[in-house]
């Protein structure tokens, strides 16, 4: 099986910055897309960032130019760079792998608070 684990959430003012890392664990192969999803309470899951395996990224328009995501393909790992933070940045915050052969699997998630 994969386990997904996310670090780096916490609490910080806006226009601070937080850097979220996940790292997988498990039989890892075959990667399709790598990403992040965040969750604020009373609404849908939505996409923040994603990157493929060939390097092709993505970001939600609410993010581009505040957000960078990266890899690191020997470590399996995801990383989201997230500056300038606003309050409506507050929410869980998720990584996601897309296996091309074998399905799709989520981590548990980090709280990301941004005061005002």
């Known amino acids: 099986q994969v386990q997904l684990v996310e670090s780096g959430g916490g609490l910080v003012q806006a226009g601070g910055s937080l850097s979220l890392s996940c790292a997988a664990s498990?039989?890892?192969?075959?990667?399709?897309?790598m990403g992040w999803y965040r969750q604020a309470p009373g609404k849908q899951r939505e996409l923040v960032a994603t990157?493929?395996?060939?390097?092709?990224?993505n970001y939600a328009h609410s993010v581009k130019g505040r957000f960078t995501i990266s890899r690191d393909n020997a470590k399996t790992t995801v990383d989201l760079q997230m500056n300038s933070l606003k309050p409506e940045d507050t929410a869980v915050y998720y990584c996601?792998?897309?296996?091309?052969?074998?399905?799709?699997?989520w981590g548990q998630g980090t709280q990301v608070t941004v005061s005002s």
């Open positions: 990157i493929t395996n060939t390097g092709h990224i």
């Open positions: 498990g039989r890892i192969f075959s990667i399709n897309v």
């Open positions: 996601n792998i897309d296996f091309i052969y074998s399905g799709n699997y």
